[in-house]
Structure formats: C-alpha cells, structure tokens
C-alpha cells in the first residue's frame, strides 16, 4: 500500500517553477524525517535533493541545488512540498517523496518509504 503519495511534475522550460507536493495521510511529520530524492533518466541511485525535521530543520542531501529549491511542511495537512525555481534542463528526473520513521540524514538507505515519484522535465 502506496502511503506517500507525490504530485506537480510536468513539464517546464529552463527557468520556470514547480511547485512538488507530497501528501503523507499515515504520518505524523512532526516526528520523522521526510523530504525528496531524484533519480536521473539511466541513473540507478535516488540522490537525496531536500529533507526535513521538525528539531533537525533543513537536510541537505548530495543534490546541489544552489539555493533555488525549498522544502516546506505542514504538519497538521500531513504534506511536504519541494519549491523549485530556475529550474534547468539538469533537474530532469523523477522526484520521490520518502520518510524515515525516525530521524535520518537526507539519504535514500535511511528512508523507509517511498511514494511513486512524479517526472519532472525541463526542456524548451
């Protein structure tokens, strides 16, 4: 049973915006790590972009991103959402939502769940 649950990816030309939810009804955020991994078309490894924890704040995963992505939640929606600006052909991926039942580093062998993943392409 999928329990994470992503969407907001399409298609965007280089320097647009999108804005990635992930609804995660089974969960009490204020307790776990949550955040968003990609994985690169051909690629084999969900690199971790952006997590976070109440009492740990912002984890930085191996995904640079510069400054222009930003990860928020709402505890009380029970809902992660991944701002991503000035995006760049480089950003094409599939973006996970994972959550660790515990705190964790924004690393995929700490996550325990994982939702589906949303495309995400950057292109003109």
């Known amino acids: 049973q999928v329990q994470l649950v992503e969407s907001g990816g399409g298609l965007v030309q280089p320097g647009g915006s999108l804005r990635l939810s992930c609804a995660a009804p089974?969960?009490?955020?204020?307790?776990?790590?949550i955040g968003w991994f990609r994985q690169v078309p051909g690629g084999k490894e969900r690199e971790g972009v952006l997590?976070?924890?109440?009492?740990?704040?912002?984890?930085y995963g191996k995904v640079s991103v510069e400054g222009r992505f930003t990860i928020s939640k709402d505890n009380n929606e029970r809902k992660v959402y991944l701002q991503m600006n000035n995006l760049k052909p480089e950003d094409t991926a599939i973006y996970y939502c994972?959550?660790?039942?515990?705190?964790?580093?924004?690393?995929?062998?700490?996550?325990?769940?994982w939702g589906r993943g949303t495309l995400v392409n950057v292109s003109s």
């Open positions: 994972a959550i660790s039942q515990g705190r964790a580093w924004c690393v995929d062998y700490g996550m325990d769940d």
């Open positions: 089974g969960f009490n955020l204020e307790k776990y790590t």
């Open positions: 997590c976070i924890h109440d009492s740990d704040g912002i984890l």
